[in-house]
């Protein structure tokens, strides 16, 4: 199972590289990874996935805490969440299926960053599921190139658990 960890670090050099050693040394992969300044200054958050049991993630959290700069670990899977992302794509354009794409473009509420003859470079954020959905509806075009971002999230203080009310709608 692929964890979300919530990671708050004082902001000083070599953190993450302490990090990414404490997870190098035990064996751990870090399948997604953004970091950037928290609320407070000289605060940053960091934002993993990392895949285990909740055994492991356990043991990586208390061994987080050993770390000096680290200041909290979250594990927020099973917490209601916002998670987003953000992708830039590159897809080979022809003028027979350039509409086609601009109309995948709009229904994925994405954007449309450059054009040239023979590509479009396309700008999508949202939740992981839809980049997913993206890059399957896109990949008949031929994609020259794919950048994404790590997940970032940030626990949904109203405690609504928008997937359990997707999956509710979906039975209706």
Do not use: W
Not at 70 to 88: A, G, N, S
Not at 96 to 121: M, Q
């Amino acid at each position: 199972m692929k964890h979300t960890l919530s990671v708050l670090v004082e902001d000083e050099a070599g953190v993450l590289t302490r990090i990414a050693g404490l997870f190098a040394r035990r064996g751990f992969n870090i399948e997604s990874l953004a970091v950037g300044p928290a609320e407070q200054l000289g605060i940053s958050r960091i934002t993993m996935v990392v895949p285990g049991d909740d055994g492991i993630i356990e043991q990586l959290t208390k061994q987080l805490y050993k770390l000096i700069n680290v200041l909290k670990v979250q594990d927020i899977t099973t917490t209601p969440c916002v998670e987003r992302e953000l992708m830039l794509l590159k897809v080979n354009v022809a003028p027979g299926n350039r509409s086609e794409i601009l109309e995948l473009v709009e229904i994925f509420r994405a954007k449309v960053v450059d054009v040239s003859e023979d590509s479009l470079t396309i700008e999508v954020s949202g939740d992981p599921g839809k980049m997913v959905a993206i890059v399957q509806m896109l990949s008949k075009f031929g994609i020259r190139e794919i950048a994404r971002t790590g997940k970032i999230a940030l626990v949904r203080e109203s405690g609504v658990n928008t997937e359990y009310l997707k999956s509710l709608e979906a039975r209706l």
